[in-house]
């Protein structure tokens, strides 16, 4: 079995009367992309900086490596992105890269890491005078400059454009494949469904689902379409098999679970053509991440 790059078993971390973690367990293994995802508060973020060594647990056991997060071995051995900050003001990038490459015994060329990250245009720019979209591919860079054994990426897509997030997408599966360790941190469901080879799921600090992608969202398809909002959903399932369900979720969007067989679909148009309901979008598909994240977690907002 691959082995484990972290090892996560109940921890526990308090401010004050908030408990971040709450007895969180999970591991993640060399050669794979895991994504830790939760809401707005979920104790996430806690998490993370307690695997990086940035903060102390008050409870459990955690190993990065198998070493202890604080163990300054551990410092030539990762590789942290920080979504913002860090980065002196007016250093260029390009020196600035070239200086975080001379810590380490066998980086990666700065130069070629700039060009892969489309950076080579700016690589004299001084920081505060890039773009986000920049800072943040800077920031991807310095972080596995290094060729680091595990990395930690902290919405490693932020702010930016479709292209640059593709290139990031590229680089994060080429250090999976390279047999790099790589925690994931976003609140993209498309791009944890696409990257990560297992999914911890989050939420007021304790784990509330983990698995791989298939797993987690299962082979239940779905039949959905877009029609005005407020449908007769009872009168709708009275027309189609027993098993059947159907749900509004947001306004004017319907799900339909079952059997999914044509006499199914035949029926819900059907349906929806007596009562003259236009529908538009129907498709149908397989319950999706961002589903599965809604459904564990609920829709309203956080703080």
Not at 92 to 106: M, N, Q, T
Request: hydrophobic content about 40%; charged content about 25%; aromatic content about 4%.
């Amino acid at each position: 079995m691959t082995p484990l790059a972290v090892d996560v078993n109940g921890l526990v971390k308090r401010y004050g009367t908030n408990i971040a973690a709450d007895g969180l367990s999970f591991t993640a293994r060399r050669g794979e992309v895991t994504a830790l995802l939760g809401p707005n508060g979920a104790g996430k973020t806690t998490t993370v900086e307690i695997c990086e060594g940035y903060r102390r647990a008050d409870g459990g056991t955690v190993r990065v490596l198998g070493l202890d997060p604080r163990d300054q071995a551990l410092r030539a051995r990762v590789g942290v992105m920080l979504q913002s900050g860090g980065v002196p003001t007016g250093a260029r990038a390009g020196e600035y890269l070239r200086l975080v490459a001379g810590f380490y015994a066998d980086p990666v060329d700065p130069a070629l890491l700039l060009e892969r990250l489309g950076l080579t245009g700016v690589a004299r720019t001084a920081y505060r005078r890039m773009s986000g979209g920049q800072q943040q591919r800077l920031a991807l860079a310095a972080a596995v400059v290094g060729r680091p054994e595990l990395v930690f990426l902290d919405e490693p897509t932020a702010g930016l454009d479709p292209q640059a997030r593709l290139a990031t997408w590229e680089l994060v599966e080429e250090l999976k494949a390279a047999g790099v360790a790589v925690i994931l941190t976003t609140h993209h469901m498309e791009e944890a469904e696409r990257l990560a080879d297992q999914v911890v799921i989050v939420d007021r600090g304790v784990v509330i689902a983990d698995g791989r992608p298939p797993e987690l969202t299962g082979a239940e398809r779905q039949l959905r379409f877009r029609a005005r909002p407020g449908l007769g959903l009872d009168e709708l399932l009275s027309a189609l098999p027993p098993a059947t369900m159907a749900k509004e979720s947001p306004a004017g969007h319907y799900v339909i679970e079952g059997d999914l067989v044509p006499e199914l679909l035949a029926s819900v148009t059907a349906w929806c053509a007596s009562h003259g309901v236009m529908t538009e979008d129907l498709r149908i598909e397989r319950r999706t991440l961002e589903d599965v994240f809604l459904e564990l977690t609920g829709r309203e907002l956080r703080s």
